[in-house]
């Protein structure tokens, strides 16, 4: 996770973020607000027994987005390092070599391959990390919606990199328009899919959704209102307890939790062994992302 220094709207990436909302008039100190969100969420994790390494923002140059590391690096089981291309210049600025070395030296992440797909950038062709791609690591499918952030030749690229079967669909919001990041309307747990089956055109629906029942996983379907509360933005992570040994925890904003029925929660909440619900709302209002996008997972290299 990136402490953030200078949080705050980026009109920028607002242009293909239709979660994104300015701020309001008379709104409080937005940078502060993010700040006090991400150490409640950071606690909460470790609380839960998550391990978190936490990277400080720095203030020069000015970075809106640095509190969604998971869209410019992920670390993977097989000790690949991968650099993602970022539409928005400002949001290039994020990648920086401190914080993969922090990373590297507080989990011992044995790194032994660098994947750099930033020279997409320069075709105008982007793949906006674990945002664009949402993975299966059990049965390596990287499920991916197509849009101005999120571009065929590059996820075709990074399957046959970590050897993954991508699936490539269309997705968009009620007014038509392409969903920016696939994670907001897709989560993959352990026991469960979270989804917004309505948000995929409809003539690729079936499609994916056969391939997410392939898995063997529940599939849970929020629709556009869940969607449109963070409820498609949710991340399960691993964990310890005492008396449960290793664990899974599901994580997803207080927002995301309102927007689910009682019903819809009890069957999400016996997927996993425990749920974590955390507000963030000036976070998810200027930036447009909620908790999973806050999070870059590491993963034990093997």
Not at 100 to 119: K, N, P, S, W
């Amino acid at each position: 996770m990136v402490r953030p220094a200078a949080f705050g709207f980026n009109a920028e990436t607002a242009a293909t973020n239709s979660f994104q909302k300015p701020p309001e008039p008379q709104a409080g100190d937005a940078a502060a607000a993010a700040r006090a969100e991400f150490e409640g969420l950071k606690r909460a994790l470790e609380s839960e027994g998550v391990r978190v390494v936490a990277a400080d923002d720095n203030h020069v140059p000015v970075k809106p987005d640095a509190v969604f590391p998971n869209n410019w690096v992920s670390f993977h089981r097989c000790g690949t390092l991968v650099l993602y291309p970022m539409q928005a210049a400002s949001r290039r600025l994020e990648r920086r070599q401190e914080v993969i070395e922090q990373v590297v030296r507080e989990t011992g992440f044995a790194l032994r391959h660098l994947l750099d797909l930033t020279h997409f950038e320069s075709a105008g062709r982007y793949l906006e990390g674990t945002g664009s791609l949402v993975l299966d690591h059990v049965n390596r499918v990287a499920y991916a919606a197509a849009s101005p952030r999120t571009h065929p030749e590059v996820v075709a690229e990074w399957a046959r990199e970590l050897d993954f079967e991508p699936v490539i669909f269309n997705a968009v919001d009620r007014a038509g328009v392409p969903l920016y990041h696939t994670n907001v309307l897709l989560a993959i747990g352990e026991r469960a899919v979270v989804i917004a089956a309505e948000a995929i055109a409809a003539a690729e629906r079936a499609r994916v959704l056969a391939r997410l029942a392939a898995s063997g996983r529940e599939i849970i379907d929020v629709g556009y209102p869940g969607m449109e509360r963070f409820a498609g933005n949710m991340l399960e992570l691993a964990s310890w307890d005492e008396a449960l040994g290793d664990c899974r925890v599901l994580v997803m904003s207080e927002s995301a939790r309102q927007a689910l029925p009682p019903a819809l929660y009890a069957q999400l909440s016996g997927t996993t062994d425990a749920v974590l619900a955390v507000p963030i709302p000036t976070i998810e209002r200027l930036g447009g992302g909620s908790v999973r996008c806050m999070m870059a997972e590491v993963f034990e290299a093997r």
